[in-house]
């Protein structure tokens, strides 16, 4: 714990200078938000904001919530890694999900502790999503937690554990009755076993924003909505990143998803140089 505030202490200085930086470039983000806001008002559009890998930063939300409001999204899903060290305390930071006004649906990562989600089944607009589905205006989310988040502390599920828990998933999919439009997990690795029969991954862990397509399946990485938290300060720091997502519903109905990914926006904030992409 000691070594924990020391190196906290540590960073508070240069935390204390980068965020200054990161408020006026959320500044200039807002406005250019605001100059995007006809592209909100698309018709029969479930608009989400996936985002992941906070890490304890507070710039996050400065950065998130112009976003909700500036593209009018319906939902934020958050692919886990909210804290840093799987405490309590940290989820002081979480208040600001109230604020948001959307749901946010909430799946934990491998730094969020069973005492982090306990804390945040409090917030009103937050569901914690553990294992299992959850239905948004007809669009169905399978919610797969990091195997991690079941032990207090800060671990790294192993390869063995995250295989079994791969299969799992896998069983769980096999046997669910319904249709499910995309699957939320941390750790990409965890739906390994249905590549190619789920249409769309969201996830997070590696940092590194991206959206590729793999077979039948649409991958897509937020990367950190935190730069990286604390960590971000100990090299040159990721941007700040979310990816915005269009669904559309289909037009016949039958087997499959009930919803159509159209499209999707990777939106990065570099926090030193204040580019926005």
């Not at 200054?20 to 500044?27: C, E, K, R, T």
């Not at 195997?147 to 069983?171: F, H, I, Q, W, Y």
């Amino acid at each position: 714990v000691l070594q924990v505030v020391d190196r906290g202490l540590a960073y508070l200085p240069e935390l204390s200078e980068r965020l200054s930086l990161v408020a006026g470039n959320m500044d200039r983000l807002v406005t250019q938000v605001e100059l995007l806001t006809p592209l909100a008002k698309a018709d029969g559009e479930i608009k989400i904001l996936h985002v992941s890998d906070i890490h304890n930063n507070p710039a996050a939300f400065e950065f998130i919530k112009p976003l909700v409001e500036g593209f009018a999204v319906d939902l934020v899903i958050d692919t886990g890694d909210l804290t840093d060290y799987g405490t309590a305390i940290e989820t002081g930071l979480a208040g600001r999900i109230k604020a948001l006004g959307v749901p946010y649906l909430f799946i934990p990562g491998n730094h969020d502790s069973p005492d982090v989600i306990n804390s945040l089944k409090r917030l009103p607009n937050l569901i914690v999503l553990r294992k299992g589905t959850y239905d948004f205006r007809g669009l169905t989310v399978l919610g797969w937690e990091d195997p991690a988040a079941r032990s207090s502390g800060v671990l790294l599920a192993g390869e063995e554990e995250l295989a079994e828990e791969a299969e799992k998933l896998a069983g769980y999919w096999e046997d669910f009755p319904g249709n499910v439009d995309f699957l939320a997990t941390h750790n990409l690795k965890l739906a390994g076993k249905v590549k190619d029969r789920v249409p769309v991954v969201l996830h997070g862990h590696n940092h590194r924003a991206a959206v590729f397509r793999e077979g039948e399946t649409c991958f897509i990485n937020a990367g950190t909505s935190g730069a990286a938290g604390l960590r971000g300060l100990e090299n040159d720091p990721p941007p700040y990143s979310v990816a915005l997502l269009h669904f559309n519903r289909r037009k016949k109905a039958g087997r499959g998803a009930a919803f159509r990914l159209s499209a999707v926006d990777l939106i990065r904030v570099y926090s030193l140089g204040g580019k926005l992409t």
